[in-house]
């Protein structure tokens, strides 16, 4: 019994399934850095306000420092009976430097101390996923810039719409990441707030220096109420949600690449290294990676379910469900900034085929909508001009002949409006180029767009 820091109270033993169902040692061990880090803090603090001596805060935050290395190191052994991470580096604190380490939890409760380490690591794991973000929307203006002369045929509906730049369809990539980005750097102005000094619900005794803890840990504010500081997990909520959003971002592309590559489309082609193969047909060039990305969203958008649950029915304050707030965290965290690093290595080595999203953007009538605007330039209404121009395309379909392929004179036929520079809107090229306009497909607006998110990402790089 006496193994339980918090035994006293207790005549009778933990039950051996009771402690292994509640430990969460297996979880939280990850958060190491993060408790000791806390604690260093913590200690420090102690010594300079004069709770512990000088010499007793420097021998704690010696003896972290020490078992920091032997975590590390894989040199301390997680065992259930002390539960969490806190415990073990307490007991380990105080096998190192005796009695003095078991003054470091003054002043504070491993309510306060898991929140404040869940949101350092929280932060940490925000930065390195901005960053992420960052390199990849650089990954896609790259692709953008190399391909602004490629046509693509835009869809809507699956069917084909209008022709696009496939640089200016890379683009729309961008701003999707940018939105992420902004969301996630959002939801770290509230992660960075300091929870340290609620202690179990409602504060502590003792003159600690809460402003002293969040410089030293570089929190940008301390929470304002104990009890919300220590039972509230809505940065964790909302950083799910800030993941989900990008989940479904990366599986719309992820969709996109497979279809891409599919024989139907054949579009594009992605490198060797990020493709597989089949056990038993010898041709199949498999995007599992797209696939694994894609099917990760269901994943992520589950633990934002799983912790908007879990919160639901809490009264305040700290409440032992929220154990089970990491698991989730960890998972989207882990999920999502792998598979941006993972796409961000896979994309530059993409192939276009040009020949191929050419000719299915002519099979689809791609300009139909550039002739329609051309007959209303020429004083058609506009609800006419579309009856007309739905006439040509069901003849040029009879024929198994392009809008581009259908001789004036039939043209004509239809609207005596059409004269011979018709076509120069109806070649692919053509059409792109009429909707040279601000967030147009035409080249020079793509490389335009190119230059202004560069700029943008240069002035918000971390």
């Keep these: 019994m006496s193994e339980k820091m918090w035994g006293g109270r207790f005549a009778v033993g933990t039950d051996s399934l009771v402690e292994a169902f509640t430990a969460s040692i297996q979880v939280d061990s990850r958060l190491y850095v993060e408790d000791i880090r806390g604690s260093m803090a913590h200690a420090r603090m102690l010594g300079r306000v004069g709770v512990l001596t000088e010499a007793e805060a420097e021998a704690i935050v010696t003896g972290l420092a020490q078992i920091r290395q032997e975590i590390a190191e894989e040199r301390l052994p997680f065992v259930d009976a002390l539960e969490d991470i806190h415990m073990h580096v307490e007991s380990r604190l105080t096998e190192i430097i005796g009695e003095v380490g078991k003054k470091l939890h003054t002043g504070r409760s491993r309510n306060d101390q898991v929140a404040t380490d869940l949101r350092l690591y929280t932060r940490g794991c925000l930065d390195e996923l901005v960053q992420g973000l960052q390199h990849l929307q650089y990954v896609f203006i790259d692709l953008a810039e190399r391909e602004v002369e490629t046509i693509l045929p835009g869809l809507t509906h699956m069917q084909v719409a209008q022709p696009v730049s496939f640089g200016h369809h890379c683009m729309a990539y961008v701003e999707m990441f940018h939105r992420d980005t902004q969301r996630l750097l959002d939801a770290r102005r509230r992660v960075n707030v300091l929870p340290l000094g609620a202690a179990a619900l409602a504060g502590t005794t003792f003159p600690i ?65 990020f493709c597989t193969g089949s056990s038993i047909m010898p041709q199949k060039k498999n995007p599992d990676v797209a696939e694994i990305i894609r099917g990760k969203s269901g994943r992520v958008i589950g633990d934002l379910v799983a912790i908007l649950v879990l919160m639901k029915g809490q009264p305040l304050a700290y409440n032992r469900d929220n154990q089970e707030d990491k698991e989730t965290l960890f998972d989207a965290l882990d999920q999502m900034r792998a598979s941006v690093e993972i796409m961000g290595r896979m994309l530059p080595g993409l192939q276009t085929r040009p020949g191929v999203m050419r000719a299915q953007a002519e099979r689809g009538f791609a300009t139909a909508t550039d002739l329609a605007d051309y007959l209303v330039r020429k004083g058609l209404p506009f609800r006419d001009a579309h009856a007309v121009v739905g006439r040509a395309v069901r003849l040029a379909q009879e024929r198994n002949i392009g809008l581009e392929a259908m001789p004036l004179a039939d043209l004509q036929a239809l609207s005596p409006l059409i004269g011979r520079e018709v076509y120069e809107v109806l070649v692919l090229e053509g059409s792109l180029a009429a909707r040279d306009h601000l967030g147009g497909t035409a080249p020079r607006q793509v490389q335009a767009a190119i230059l202004r998110a560069r700029a943008r990402l240069q002035r918000e790089a971390l």
Aim: avoid cysteine; charge should be negative.
């Design 209 to 273: 220096d809460r402003w002293d803890v969040a410089r030293q840990l570089g929190f940008e504010a301390v929470a304002e109420n104990s009890l919300d500081a220590v039972s509230d997990r809505d940065f964790v909520m909302e950083v799910l949600s800030d993941l989900a959003i990008l989940a479904v971002h990366l599986s719309r592309l992820a969709e996109e690449l497979i279809l891409w590559m599919s024989a139907p489309f054949g579009f594009i082609d992605l490198p060797d290294g």
